[in-house]
Nanobody, 127 residues
Framework: QVQLVESGGGLVQAGGSLRLSCAASGRTFSDCAMGWFRQAPGKEREFVAVVSWDGGATSYADSVRGRFTISRDNAKNTVYLQMNSLKPDDTAAYYC????????????????????WGQGTQVTVSS
């Protein structure tokens, strides 16, 4: 089992920045690939970014590439999502998720691959 708790959400103006954190406890955090997803009202949950168990590989959705950065600190059992140049379209509940082992690059965006989920943190970007 992995327990995940997100923090860092809030209200920010367009063009601003936020950094989300996801603290993990339970089984060995460093064994897991870690992803961020988001879900806006009335929309399906969508992939945002993923980082491999060792931090050596990352992947991003086209909509956030170049603006968001995912990273992890295995010593602190924490994964981060630095979000810059925020847009109103980034408004959503953001969830972190964990998947033990390595995820093939073809499947990183599939929510069903991830076994563990946090409760989410709300990000609201005003225009």
């Amino acid at each position: 089992q992995v327990q995940l708790v997100e923090s860092g959400g809030g209200l920010v103006q367009a063009g601003g920045s936020l950094r989300l954190s996801c603290a993990a406890s339970g089984r060995t955090f460093s064994d897991c690939a870690m992803g961020w997803f988001r879900q806006a009202p009335g929309k399906e949950r969508e992939f945002v970014a993923v980082v491999s168990w060792d931090g050596g590989a990352t992947s991003y959705a086209d909509s956030v590439r170049g603006r968001f950065t995912i990273s992890r600190d295995n010593a602190k059992n924490t994964v981060y999502l630095q979000m810059n140049s925020l847009k109103p379209d980034d408004t959503a509940a953001y969830y972190c998720a964990a998947s033990p082992g390595t995820i093939h690059s073809d499947y990183v965006a599939r929510a069903a691959i991830y076994d563990y989920w946090g409760q989410g943190t709300q990000v609201t970007v005003s225009s």
